[in-house]
């Protein structure tokens, strides 16, 4: 490569010095959605009623989250399995019976019908409840935010190293995203504290109290490396 193409020196010369600096910013936000996860069961002697109880189980749960309406922000099923437990004694491969699971996700956006629905979920027969996950949606603006003040952070930062060498800033050289936000992971691992709850007998006569949630805090974190030219230093 000829000199006339080299690259300027990464630290800077005596006349334009270069300052590098990191900027952070941590936020302590409400949660925007919570996501609970809802497993149905059925056992039966036979394949068939196996399937029929969980079918019929299955669509009671599907009604009951959809009767909230626009509370419900998204509603997806997972996994399906139906399996044979067999007999462990005897020869021959007897089977027991037949088990099956359905997995399903609802998303909330309104906090204030969380409690009953997941209150009304566990109340069903052989349903299991596991949440709630509280979360940002990725288009927060708490993200913008947080990454607006580590910028701020690193200028004022980088100025302020400046003012002591008796310099001031004069260009911005680079401005590096280190992954802007670390919201907790969305619907995955369990909060702390997070309730879960299952019914394994039939429907209660009378509706259970709703549960009282409260929603937990959020940290948004962003981090930026940043370097600056500044003027010659008054040494």
């Known amino acids: 490569m000829s000199s006339d193409t080299a690259a300027p020196a990464p630290y800077g010369t005596p006349e334009t010095p270069r300052v590098a600096v990191r900027g952070e910013a941590r936020l302590e936000v409400d949660p925007e959605i919570a996501r609970i996860g809802v497993m149905v069961s059925a056992r039966g002697k036979d394949r068939r009623a196996a399937l029929e109880d969980l079918t019929r189980r299955n ?3 599907l009604d009951l989250i959809k ?3 626009d509370a419900v922000e998204k509603l997806e099923t997972g996994a399906f399995s139906i399996s044979p437990e067999l007999t462990q004694h ?3 491969e007897r089977v027991r019976a037949y088990h099956g699971r359905v997995h399903i996700t609802a998303v909330l956006g309104d906090f204030t019908a969380l409690g009953e629905l997941t209150t009304r979920i566990a109340d069903l027969e052989l349903t299991r409840v596991d949440g709630p ?3 940002l949606r990725p288009d927060s603006p708490a993200h913008g935010e947080a990454r607006r003040q580590a910028v701020h952070e690193a200028v ?3 100025r302020e ?3 002591a060498l008796g310099a001031r800033l004069a260009a911005l050289v ?3 995203d280190l992954g802007a936000e670390a919201p907790m992971a969305y619907g995955m691992p369990q909060a702390p504290g997070a309730m879960r709850a299952a019914a394994f007998a039939g429907a209660a006569t009378e509706a259970a109290p709703a549960l009282d ?3 937990q805090r959020q940290t948004v974190y962003a981090q930026v490396n940043a370097r600056f030219t500044m003027t010659p230093p008054q040494l």
């Open 59 to 61: 669509g009671q749960v």
């Open 67 to 69: 009767s909230y309406g």
């Open 90 to 92: 005897g020869r021959g």
């Open 133 to 135: 996950w509280w979360s």
């Open 156 to 158: 004022q930062r980088a």
């Open 161 to 163: 190293y400046a003012e």
């Open 174 to 176: 680079e401005l590096a």
């Open 213 to 215: 949630l409260e929603p």
